[in-house]
């Protein structure tokens, strides 16, 4: 089951700019946009970089390293949308800004015996 955390509140991240908090194992990044709030990852799948670092404009999001675009509303390259990164609700609760964040997925354990308690 997935969880809202408190990201900030609202006039606290200013117009084109980004938060960044954890996520299950990624940090995420909660972009305001005139006014509306999106929630990336924050690392560019081209060579590491932080999206909150980058120039928001029109609901997309570029890169500061080499330009790669990314929008906000569903994570998907600008310029090639069958690439995506992940994208996660956001949402606005009197003036708290709150993120969805998921659950880790849980992973299989290889030793059945050795994975139960006791």
């Not at 932080?50 to 929008?71: D, K, Q």
Request: net charge negative.
């Amino acid at each position: 089951m997935a969880k809202f955390v408190l990201v900030g509140r609202v006039g606290e991240i200013s117009d084109g700019t980004a938060r960044t908090v954890a996520g299950p194992g990624k940090r995420i990044s909660v972009f305001n946009d005139r006014g509306e709030y999106f929630a990336i990852d924050d690392m560019c799948p081209h060579m590491g970089a932080s999206l909150a670092g980058g120039f928001v404009e029109n609901g997309i999001v570029t890169c500061p390293w080499h330009y790669w675009r990314f929008r906000l509303n569903d994570g998907a390259w600008a310029d090639n949308p069958r690439i995506k990164i992940g994208c996660y609700p956001v949402q606005v609760v009197d003036d708290e800004i709150r993120l969805e964040i998921p659950e880790p997925e849980a992973k299989p354990c290889s030793m059945p015996d050795s994975c139960s308690p006791g």
